[in-house]
């Protein structure tokens, strides 16, 4: 590693740790611990949001994907984008009227009681803990791959890092590290698209043209049908896509970090820019790609195309640039395990240990000293899996979390928001029914069962990669049926309007 | 007032009259002006959002030109950012009118215990 790339990274982690050091101060109380006390404008939790969204994954592999295959790698990002709609129209606002630190607190102010608690805890903790290990892998990967360090030290210092970002400054840290991480990654991808346009002397034409003979596809390059084969797979993926973020507790749980409505939609709205900027200019990057270094060079290096804006970047900038995009890289890596960090310790601290095991008896003190010793342990026990799965598939558990999220939680979260019959049975059954039916069709089908290379060497039962389609339905079935089928009480009905009107008023939320 | 609420505290101290809250006019015009504006935008973007795998996938016609080399596929992909983009701000600004309508309702009914 020559001195540019280790004065980036020790830039990097000496600007994170001063933030956090200044957060430690300010994280006193549970409420700041958790949400900052919602201290927070909505433009700065915005640009959090996009930071705890925006992995190392999309950043690198939707480059990749579209330098690769052109216009279906675009059509990746587009679903991401529209997800924030189903957020902002349904979601969010009841979501921030309703919960104080976490989704157990949304759905159990409707259903009150250790079950649902339970449910809603260990849904959140999968979702959060399945997304982080890959991450984690990934950027072991990613750094051996950029800077050719070992990948037990890669995996080491990421984990390390965003377990002192959460133990010591909780949602203070996270929310800034995340802030800062988005301003860094825009103005990169920014300062590389305008590089990539000046390279063609800013003519589009030029630059189409060069796109064409780039890639082995050709003027096909432009037309959708490269990366997937199978319609039904393509529209499950787009369908798990695009309902999945309102299903992520992660990204929700952001909601509680704003004073009031005006802000949440104010948070989303500045999201929606900054995530949709972004994929446009990894849209710039991924035809730069192929324009400037062509398919082969590419595929040559690195045969998953994960290393386009990193190769793009030395081609026309150098070394200098080069340590910059990974520098980027990095800051990306650590901003999203961290928010996925903060997320498993709320649903372990504050759910499981102060609701459930203290009876929502513990005092503040206990449920601070609580949460940092559960992000603590979160954070080791983490790293210590991704150390030892560095042969795990990745794409796998990143693909997972959203079908989990979309089938589980997403409809218990809408069901339990505006139906008015929907009972505590049938969002147990619901969330119960949608993480079996979608980690069991994950298992059943080519991610796990595969004839050449899987974990199973045998032919998929179900053949989707994918089984959103079939998952999300069984969430909301599972969900419906329990109600259903529980008897109906008159309490719900009554219970259900004093729920409701909060839900669409905010009547009651503590004002933080 | 805690985040943790305990509604049915309050049904039984008749604290509030939610019932008589849900009951008057003024309640329920707020909640139908707010499903005739969610409702609609969300079917829109949804059959929106899927108009275009499900075409890209089973049809070929938007491959055609439209002017060069830009085909109907990236013009309705770049549609989509957009429409994103005017959605979100129509909802901010709509809901703002939903906000002030939410806090009269408050004020003027349940924080008087819902009777009117």
């Known amino acids: 590693m020559n001195l540019t790339y280790f004065l980036f990274f020790i830039c990097i982690i000496v600007c994170t740790l001063i933030i956090t050091y200044w957060a430690a101060k300010r994280s006193t109380t549970t409420n700041r611990f958790y949400t900052t006390a919602g201290s927070l404008t909505g433009f700065q939790n915005g640009m959090a949001i996009a930071g705890d969204f925006i992995s190392a994954a999309s950043f690198l592999g939707i480059v990749g994907t579209i330098a690769i295959n052109g216009y279906d790698g675009f059509l990746y990002s587009i679903g991401f984008l529209v997800s924030y709609l189903v957020v902002l129209f349904l979601i969010a606002e009841p979501v921030h009227h309703l919960g104080k630190y976490s989704l157990g607190d949304v759905v159990c102010s409707r259903f009150p009681g250790i079950e649902m608690r339970w449910m809603m805890a260990i849904g959140t903790f999968m979702i959060s803990i399945f997304y982080m290990i890959p991450q984690l892998v990934a950027s072991g990967f990613l750094l051996r791959l950029l800077l050719d360090i070992d990948y037990s030290i890669s995996v080491a ?7 002192v970002y959460v133990v010591f400054g909780g949602m203070v840290a996270t929310s800034w590290v995340q802030i800062v991480k988005t301003i860094v990654l825009m103005s990169g991808t920014f300062l590389l698209s305008l590089i990539v346009f000046s390279h063609f002397n800013w003519s589009m034409t030029d630059f189409m043209q060069r796109v064409q003979e780039g890639t082995p596809l050709g003027e096909q390059f432009f037309q959708p049908g490269h990366l997937f084969g199978n319609p039904l797979e393509f529209l499950s993926l787009q369908l798990a896509l695009v309902l999945g973020t309102a299903g992520l507790p992660h990204i929700l749980i952001r909601l509680f970090t704003v004073r009031n409505s005006l802000e949440v939609r104010r948070s989303l709205m500045s999201a929606t820019w900054i995530i ?3 994929y446009i200019m990894t849209l710039v990057l991924g035809l730069g790609t192929v324009a400037i270094l ?13 290393l386009a804006a990193p190769l793009l970047a030395r081609e026309v900038g150098g070394d200098f640039l080069l340590a910059f995009i990974s520098a980027i890289a990095f800051t990306t890596i650590v901003a999203v395990v961290a928010g996925l960090v903060i997320s498993a310790t709320t649903a372990f601290s504050h759910d499981i240990y102060h609701h459930i095991l203290k009876k929502g008896k513990s005092t503040e003190k206990e449920q601070l000293v609580a949460a940092r010793w559960t992000a603590l342990g979160i954070g080791l026990i983490s790293t210590l899996f991704a150390l030892r799965l560095e042969t795990i598939n990745v794409t796998f558990l990143v693909s997972m979390t959203f079908v989990v999220a979309a089938s589980s939680i997403f409809p218990v979260l809408l069901l339990t928001i505006y139906w008015k019959r929907f009972n505590k049975i049938g969002a147990i059954t619901g969330m119960l029914s949608g993480l079996l039916a979608s980690v069991t069709l994950l298992l059943l089908g080519p991610n796990i069962m595969n004839v050449d290379g899987g974990w199973i060497q045998r032919e998929a039962v179900i053949p989707l990669y994918n089984p959103g389609i079939i998952a999300i339905p069984l969430g909301f079935l599972g969900a419906m049926i329990g109600t259903l089928a529980a008897r109906k009480e008159k309490k719900d009905n009554a219970e259900f309007r004093e729920f409701f009107k909060r839900a669409q008023t905010g009547s ?5 | 007032m805690s985040a943790q609420h305990d509604y049915a505290e309050d049904l039984r101290d008749k604290k509030v009259d939610y019932e008589a809250v849900e009951q008057s006019s003024q309640f329920k015009r707020f909640l139908d002006n707010k499903k005739k504006f969610i409702v609609p935008f969300t079917v829109f973007f949804l059959i929106f959002y899927f108009t275009l795998p499900v075409l890209t996938s089973y049809t070929t016609f938007l491959n055609t030109p439209v002017f060069g080399d830009i085909s109907w596929v990236w013009i309705f992909a770049f549609a989509q950012f957009v429409m ?8 901010v600004r709509k809901a703002a009118s939903f906000d002030k309508k939410a806090q009269k309702i408050i004020n003027e009914q349940i924080n008087k215990g819902g009777r009117t």
Request: glycine share 20%.
């Open chain 1, 508 to 512: 009651g939320r503590e004002s933080a």
């Open chain 1, 294 to 306: 062509g398919y082969h060079t590419l595929i040559g290096a690195d045969a998953t195309g994960n």
């Open chain 2, 84 to 91: 994103v983009w005017v959605l979100c701000t129509i909802y």
């Open chain 1, 276 to 278: 949709g900027l972004f």
């Open chain 1, 157 to 163: 210092v990421i984990g390390g890092l965003m377990t």
